[in-house]
């Protein structure tokens, strides 16, 4: 079995958990990680099951793995299950099954069997700590739990984590 892992990451975090799905899946097959920009459509024919990793952006998947949920060319019997990072619980009232639905229809729609996905928390990077603070209406005492809460995600919980995702898969 050919696992291909593939991921669009800004700032590391689904990064890091794209590394540790990558080393589990090497346990029991031939597992390739290359990042989305890597990629090409046709590329993701060669392989029996792919591991798609966005962080979340504005509540949706990240633009380039939505673009390239649509473009990708698959090849009969093939798999795929997702993994998220996202700042949630700052968000507490986002549907997490819900922004998998992209990569559901994606699979529906070209023969794929979808077989899950996979979310954690991921620290925010910097440059947007202003910008969410002020969306979420906090104050600098609020935002300073934020951040405390945030710091160090994902972490070796979230990566075991993802590691037993990836088990449980191939069991
Ligand atoms: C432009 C932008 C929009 C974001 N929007 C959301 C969001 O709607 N919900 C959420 O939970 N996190 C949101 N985040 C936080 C990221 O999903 C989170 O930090 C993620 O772990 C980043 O992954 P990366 O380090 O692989 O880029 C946003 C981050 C950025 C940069």
């Known amino acids: 079995m050919k696992v291909l892992v593939t991921y669009f990451s800004q700032s590391g975090n689904t990064e890091k958990i794209a590394k540790a799905i990558c080393e589990e899946a ?3 097959s031939d597992a390739d990680l290359k990042k989305l920009e890597e990629l090409t459509p046709d590329m993701v024919a060669e392989y029996d099951c792919i591991f798609m990793g966005s962080p979340l952006h504005s509540g949706s998947l990240a633009a ?3 673009e390239c949920l649509g473009v990708l ?4 019997g093939q798999q ?3 993994f998220i990072t996202h700042m949630a619980p700052a968000y507490p009232d986002q549907d997490m099954d819900a922004f998998a639905e992209p990569m559901k229809a994606a699979c529906k ?3 794929i069997e979808f077989k899950g996905c996979f979310d954690c928390q991921g620290f925010l990077g910097e440059a947007m700590h202003a910008l969410v603070q002020k969306k979420l209406n906090m104050d600098d005492d609020q935002w300073a739990e934020m951040i405390k809460q945030m ?3 994902p972490n070796q919980e979230d990566v075991d984590k993802a590691k037993a995702f990836v088990k449980a898969l191939f069991a």
């Open 26 to 28: 090497a346990k029991a």
């Open 64 to 66: 380039p793995v939505k």
């Open 73 to 76: 060319k698959a090849t009969s």
């Open 80 to 82: 795929m299950a997702g």
């Open 109 to 111: 729609e070209k023969g």
């Open 151 to 153: 710091t160090g995600r």
